[in-house]
DNA sequence: CTTATCTACAACCATTTGGTTGTAGGTTAG
DNA sequence: CTAACCTACAACCAAATGGTTGTAGATAAG
């Protein structure tokens, strides 16, 4: 039962996040600790509106929300999203490891019809 | 044990391929059954060089590999490129759950040092 | 209050991306 | 053998991407 089943955008969206190494980097460390964007900025040898960018990219992607605390955004990462990513994959694997039954199944039937 | 550790670039190529329809639709069909590339491209409303370029970022993803039988080129997965997006997937949810485990011991021990 | 910090947004730029058409060589079927 | 099929590769194009600098408004610290 699947509630709600992510759009072929959305996907698009949501691995292109992935597909970026301070993208990448940004989510670890929000994962790991409360940071606000300008926190994160510190981290990278780039602008800050280079970094904003980025996390408006996660925040598309809906890896992660931002929440106005005074002056500043602090960013949440939205794990159902990374959750969606990877049940991707799983099917993908799935589908992989029906087949190498599959195949096998194929292999034995054919050696038992052998001996005939 | 980590045998071989995927570069960010590695990453970046192999989420990028991901993040396309077309690609993700190409794996999909290619996890099934076995296909050239002109058996694929029959299925797509773009030219044949299109989907030729779709499969080429699948490969530099290491997502296939190009196999040419007489003028036909078949495309196989390697699943182990897909798995290794998900181990990366599967790190970050774990993260995600220790950090949460931790949240809720700190809430814990909180409510213990509470009646003192 | 003034200054410092934080952020949103815009405009710019070089490179990349996802498509196109065209050319040409190799393999297969009849 | 010829025609059909399959592929590689190139050149082109509009849009998107990952960066830049600049402007301006809001919040916080002193």
Do not use: C
Request: overall charge positive; aromatic content about 6%; glycine content about 2%.
């Amino acid at each position: 039962m699947v509630v709600d089943k992510p759009s072929e955008a959305d996907l698009d969206r949501l691995f292109q996040a992935f597909a970026d190494r301070t993208r990448r980097d940004i989510l670890t460390r929000a994962l790991n600790a409360e940071y606000s964007v300008s926190e994160l900025a510190a981290h990278y040898a780039m602008s800050f509106a280079a970094v904003q960018k980025h996390v408006a990219v996660l925040e598309r992607a809906s890896l992660v929300t931002k929440e106005k605390r005074g002056r500043e955004q602090i960013v949440r990462v939205q794990v159902e999203a990374l959750r969606r990513a990877r049940r991707l994959l799983d099917e993908y694997e799935k589908v992989w490891r029906d087949r190498a039954d599959r195949i096998a199944d194929i292999l034995t039937e054919g050696m038992k019809g052998q001996p005939k």
